[in-house]
């Protein structure tokens, strides 16, 4: 085993039945995850299986139990990286990941999103203010009529306009034909305003026509994408920001994993293992929208997303929904100004949207004095 | 909204919180999961919105639902077929996918697994007894030595033997060299015993990886792979039986979606969603192994795996996770001849894997009379 500060260090809530004790399921954890054999059955000189370095009874009952895993085994693909957290004990019950400590070998590997907060505020060319993102929706309508709502959105000031994450190759509005037209609209309002306005295509797909999407993503001119991670694996994004592409996140099929005593948290997960792989952007359910998430949540999500973090850029919490166009002043006095308000049904429901787009801008600008 | 019967039909059962109606609950999951739009604000010419066909009060408090998708909602990729069962609403609660209804056009376009039970037996050389398997590991041998092991557990009588799923492309056995040296193994065996056995290597990575390595496999003469789709997207193993592999599906992860009240159950994720992409094996935990699975789960998986649909080939059944070597004629005649059981654990405690192997390939013997 290596040194423990040069390893994966990952640290698990463990909820156990009656009888079963904290450590030995630990100790069943770094095995499972590893060598996936009975100790004794392990080749003595083959050093993979986890190390507990701690199993400590808390208040509540649960356990609290740190693993040190060798960064080697993981390789070079995120799958690994999950598959090592939470592959196969996602099948068993009380294992929570609350924390993972990702040694320097795979940062340096891995480095995150290619532009971070201040590489999409410079794209989008505003320094202070909260960066304001739309859905291109519903599905069914046609390229025309996609690429007239980024455009609109566009003229009214929204910076990011996105497909919505299920717009995807659709026979009303193929990919190809979309990601032409509505980077063509996206620039024209953008001529016509002096902005910079910036459309990202969803480009999830299956693994060779989402290597094409993205190919033709950037020949487009387009400076972004939307993913859908869980469904496409982490390494999407690792991928298309290696491209140099900005990464929005979409967390579809995530909320499996939010379980209070069996899952990884929200913030582990979109904080952590979404900006390791690449997200300038995660995308996920604001407090007080149509979404049971907490305030608190929230925090520790947008904390993970900005913190410090050795070479890793920090990323933005895209905060979405339901976020009401009249509560963004509020919620960035909560949030902060590096948060990036996704709103969609609010302004859609405004008939107008270009109009309401910019009432909209007008309510974040004077943060960028 | 097309014919019904035309439709991508879903059964959720739903457990409402104090105060909140089913049916409610079930015209919000037909918005949130396609025009994600308040209903006001949705294009009157535009119609995505699902169609609650039923919502019911069940005898537990709970709700039984069912919602018809438009099949061109779902375009040409699974991401989006799980993206509309269980996308955006995975981050609510109390919603249950229980059954899924795929209508021809879909069926028609992905037509499940290239070989199936019959193909894959045919491969096997094996007309009606269970199949054996096992996992070549643990991670940290270096290509050789798994190789070693491909050749005695062929020489011994395993039909399938597959990498264990955390072997990737770590340093001590890179991908390419560990294909070439455990599929020349394999051969070599076969040509020593007469046998038919095969290895399957996990070309689980990300999207650019993943179709060079299913290349590479079929380059070496390999006839499957091991894939852990929840980790690469389903769609990884649409592409790789649409390159006549055989596919065999690891579980990780998938445990996060098996929650009582909130999720995919395993019926519909394994036997239909996993099926239909592809697999003609789906790995899963055995009850009386290491993981808590029962019995009644194993038989829906089982059935589902194996039952007739227009057009799509039955897939095996692949029971690990714990499973006994002396268990299996026991097993078997609990769940049929159409299994394949993974046993790894209780091979390799034996020490001589290659007569460990043997034993077990002489119980079941018996079953191709």
Same mark, same amino acid.
């Given at each position: 085993m290596?040194?423990?500060?040069?390893? %994966?260090?990952?640290?698990?809530?463990?909820?156990?039945?009656?009888?079963?004790?904290?450590?030995?399921?630990? #100790?069943?954890?770094? %095995?499972e *995850?590893?060598a996936?054999?009975?100790?004794?059955?392990?080749?003595?000189?083959?050093?993979?299986?986890?190390?507990?370095?701690?199993?400590?009874?808390?208040? !509540? /009952? #649960?356990?609290?139990?740190?693993?040190?895993? #060798?960064?080697?085994?993981?390789?070079?693909?995120?799958? *690994?990286l999950?598959?090592?957290?939470?592959?196969?004990?996602?099948?068993?019950? /009380?294992?929570?990941?609350?924390?993972?400590?990702?040694?320097?070998a795979?940062? $340096?590997?891995?480095?995150g999103?290619?532009?971070?907060?201040?590489?999409?505020?410079?794209?989008? /060319?505003?320094?202070?203010?909260?960066?304001?993102?739309?859905?291109?929706?519903?599905?069914?309508?046609?390229?025309?009529?996609?690429? !007239?709502?980024?455009?609109?959105?566009?003229?009214?000031?929204?910076?990011?306009?996105?497909?919505?994450?299920?717009?995807?190759? *659709?026979?009303?509005?193929?990919?190809?034909?979309?990601?032409?037209?509505?980077?063509?609209a996206?620039?024209?309002?953008?001529?016509?305003? /002096?902005?910079?306005a910036?459309?990202?295509?969803?480009?999830?797909?299956?693994?060779?026509?989402?290597? !094409?999407?993205?190919?033709?993503?950037?020949?487009?001119?387009?400076?972004?994408?939307?993913?859908?991670?869980?469904?496409?694996?982490?390494?999407?994004? +690792?991928?298309a920001?290696?491209?140099?592409?900005?990464?929005?996140?979409?967390?579809?099929?995530?909320?499996?994993?939010?379980?209070?005593?069996?899952?990884?948290?929200?913030?582990v997960?979109?904080?952590r293992?979404? #900006?390791?792989?690449?997200?300038?952007?995660?995308?996920y359910?604001?407090?007080?929208? +149509?979404?049971?998430?907490?305030?608190?949540?929230?925090?520790?999500?947008?904390?993970?997303?900005?913190?410090?973090?050795?070479?890793?850029?920090?990323?933005?919490?895209?905060?979405?929904?339901?976020?009401?166009?009249?509560?963004?002043?509020?919620?960035?006095?909560?949030?902060?100004?590096?948060?990036?308000? %996704?709103?969609?049904?609010s302004?859609? $429901? *405004?008939?107008?949207?270009? +109009?309401?787009?910019?009432?909209?801008?007008?309510?974040?600008?004077?943060?960028?004095?």
């Open positions: 290596s040194e423990p500060k040069d390893a %994966l260090r990952v640290t698990y809530h463990l909820t156990c039945a009656a009888g079963e004790d904290g450590a030995a399921k630990a #100790r069943d954890i770094a %095995l *995850q590893t996936e054999l009975p100790a004794a059955a392990v080749p003595p000189d083959v050093r993979v299986v986890g190390e507990v370095l701690a199993a400590e009874r808390l208040a !509540d /009952g #649960r356990w609290r139990a740190v693993i040190a895993y #060798r960064p080697d085994i993981v390789g070079e693909d995120f799958a *690994q999950l598959n090592i957290l939470f592959g196969n004990i996602s099948l068993k019950s /009380g294992i929570l990941v609350t924390d993972v400590h990702v040694p320097a795979l940062l $340096a590997r891995w480095r999103p290619a532009l971070g907060i201040e590489g999409l505020r410079s794209l989008v /060319g505003t320094a202070r203010r909260p960066i304001l993102c739309t859905s291109i929706k519903p599905m069914g309508l046609s390229a025309s009529r996609l690429a !007239d709502l980024v455009y609109r959105f566009a003229r009214g000031g929204i910076d990011i306009l996105k497909d919505d994450h299920g717009v995807t190759n *659709q026979d009303w509005a193929p990919f190809a034909e979309r990601v032409l037209r509505c980077q063509e996206v620039a024209r309002a953008n001529a016509e305003t /002096g902005g910079r910036l459309y990202f295509p969803n480009v999830t797909a299956g693994p060779s026509a989402l290597r !094409d999407r993205v190919d033709a993503t950037r020949r487009a001119g387009c400076r972004g994408v939307l993913l859908l991670p869980m469904l496409t694996g982490l390494d999407a994004a +690792r991928e920001a290696a491209a140099g592409l900005a990464v929005f996140a979409h967390p579809a099929l995530a909320g499996a994993l939010f379980r209070d005593d069996h899952g990884i948290t929200a913030e997960l979109f904080g293992l979404f #900006r390791l792989a690449g997200c300038d952007g995660v995308i359910p604001n407090a007080g929208g +149509r979404f049971p998430w907490k305030v608190e949540t929230c925090r520790a999500v947008n904390d993970h997303l900005r913190a410090r973090w050795d070479g890793v850029r920090p990323a933005f919490p895209v905060l979405g929904g339901g976020v009401d166009a009249a509560r963004v002043p509020e919620w960035t006095e909560r949030y902060g100004t590096d948060t990036v308000f %996704l709103v969609g049904s302004l859609y $429901a *405004q008939g107008d949207v270009e +109009r309401a787009a910019a009432q909209l801008a007008d309510a974040v600008r004077r943060y960028e004095a």
